[in-house]
């Protein structure tokens, strides 16, 4: 069975940094594109990051600049490097994935939730001011 599992949320001041890590167990494809979505009270889920195969990502254009998304390909694990953090990164995590064989970043276009049918169950991040 299919498994994400989120690490690394934690509290942490405005202006700081937090690294957010994504394991995996189940996953049976040799490739997937793996994403971050940032869920708070009252919004929808929002597209953090994503990236494919071949490291391509695209990012939100909230986090631009500040976040980085790698994967590594071959454990399907991935990785969310935040940096200078503000008070509206607060939010719940999630991790997802995708089968990606022939799928790029570039044929997704947007971070949208309807394209990843796994899940984890997400970490809270909590930035103050």
């Known amino acids: 069975q299919e498994e994400l599992v989120e690490s690394g949320g934690g509290s942490v001041q405005s202006g700081g940094s937090l690294r957010l890590s994504c394991s995996s167990s189940g996953l049976i494809y040799n490739a997937y594109c793996m994403a971050w979505f940032r869920e708070t009270p009252g919004k929808e889920r929002e597209g953090i990051a994503v990236?494919?195969?071949?490291?391509?990502?695209l990012y939100g254009d909230s986090v631009k600049g500040r976040f980085t998304i790698s994967q590594d390909v071959n454990k399907k694990t991935s990785s969310l490097q935040m940096n200078s953090l503000k008070p509206e990164d607060t939010g719940t995590y999630f991790c997802?994935?995708?089968?990606?064989?022939?799928?790029?970043?570039?044929?997704?276009?947007?971070?949208?939730?309807?394209?990843?049918?796994?899940w984890g169950q997400g970490t809270q991040v909590t930035v103050s001011s």
């Open positions: 997802a994935a995708e089968e990606c064989l022939v799928t790029t970043v570039q044929d997704l276009g947007v971070i949208d939730a309807n394209d990843f049918g796994y």
């Open positions: 990236v494919d195969r071949y490291g391509n990502t």
